[in-house]
């Protein structure tokens, strides 16, 4: 690590969240090494705006702030961000999340005791994410599969790794590539997977990095229109992989047609698509992955909130 002190580039998507923003915003503010918070904010028509201007007011030159207009949609205003930090570790966070407090700390004592350079090397720190539900009860996501050194791009594919807590390197940032495509969400996969393209190493940390308040943000309220594009999502990312050059195993090409077939079969249930997705989820099983590897997460989840609940 560099004998400066690391400065952390905080970068924010926002759109019509004045109810939350401001939580958001002060649990960043208690960080340290914080340097710049950087939000884009898509043309919202409530007070979302009007606050963000009022927080740049109180913090004179912490804040850097756009605003689009007209508005350009979830994936072209995430690539905005993109754009804006100029720090060496990049937080991003989503405008109705919380970062646990004393994160950043941990994460530049962790830099630190591994000895990575801030200044040259390709990695990404990840913590643990607090789920929030609005029934009051919680749950803990814990990345330990990355202690096993298992592919993270594997493991994001098939939701068994968790980056809302993610901490890498400016220089990754860089590396990224533009797939927005106007307001099409066949682009979700190949745009949320770059960080585990282009970081050369993962690592963990068991410390809560994020609070994720579920079932309150935009994949909650999905239109029939929106759910048909998604059915060519992990198409378009199949080919995205293919111009980088990146060729999966066989487990992980077939969990992407496993995949695609559950999204043709909510489109359009038949026994077709249904047994073909049966078929395809066989191929995909990783015996790398052991038990978590069947996918069966949001079973248990499930049942852990009733019992909870009872």
């Given amino acids: 690590m560099t004998k400066a002190s690391p400065r952390f580039s905080v970068i924010i998507i926002t759109y019509n969240q004045e109810d939350v923003i401001a939580r958001t915003l002060e649990s960043l503010l208690c960080q340290e090494y ?4 950087c939000v884009s904010d898509d043309c919202s028509s409530d007070r979302t705006w009007e606050i963000l201007n009022e927080y740049s007011s109180r913090y004179p030159g912490l804040f850097k ?9 979830i994936f072209a205003n995430e690539e905005k961000t993109w754009e804006m930090p ?5 937080y991003r966070i989503a405008g109705d999340d919380m970062c646990c407090e004393g994160y950043f700390k941990a994460v530049v004592d962790f ?26 009860s919680e749950l803990a996501r814990r990345n330990k599969l990355l202690d096993k050194e298992l592919s ?5 594919l098939r939701g068994l790794m968790d980056d809302r807590s993610a901490c890498f390197s400016i220089n990754v940032l860089k590396k ?10 066949m682009v979700e996969e190949a745009q949320d997977d770059q960080l585990e393209i282009f970081s050369e190493r993962f690592y963990h940390i068991p410390v809560p990095g994020n ?41 992980d090409r077939a969990y992407i047609k496993f995949r695609t077939e ?9 026994v077709t698509s249904a047994l073909r997705a049966l078929g395809y989820y066989f191929l995909s099983l990783d015996p790398h992955l052991g038990f978590a590897g069947m996918d069966l997460s949001h079973f248990f989840n499930a049942i852990k909130r009733r019992l909870r609940r009872k």
């Fill in 152 to 156: 993270p791009l594997k493991l994001k």
């Fill in 176 to 185: 990224y590539i533009p797939v927005s495509q106007g307001r099409s969400f």
């Fill in 211 to 251: 609070i994720y308040f579920a079932e309150n943000g935009i994949s909650s309220r999905l239109s029939p229109e929106i759910k048909k594009q998604r059915i060519a999502i992990y198409e378009f990312f199949s080919g995205f992989l293919e111009r980088l050059g990146i060729d999966l195993d066989r487990s």
């Fill in 34 to 37: 914080l340097y710049e918070i």
């Fill in 262 to 270: 559950v999204l043709k079969h909510n489109a359009k249930p038949s």
């Fill in 111 to 136: 830099i630190s005791e591994k000895g990575i350079d801030i200044g040259s090397d390709l990695y990404c720190v990840v913590g643990n994410t607090i789920v929030k539900y609005p029934d009051g």
């Fill in 65 to 73: 702030l756009n605003r689009n207009d007209p508005n350009l949609g």
């Fill in 86 to 90: 100029t720090g060496d570790i990049i």
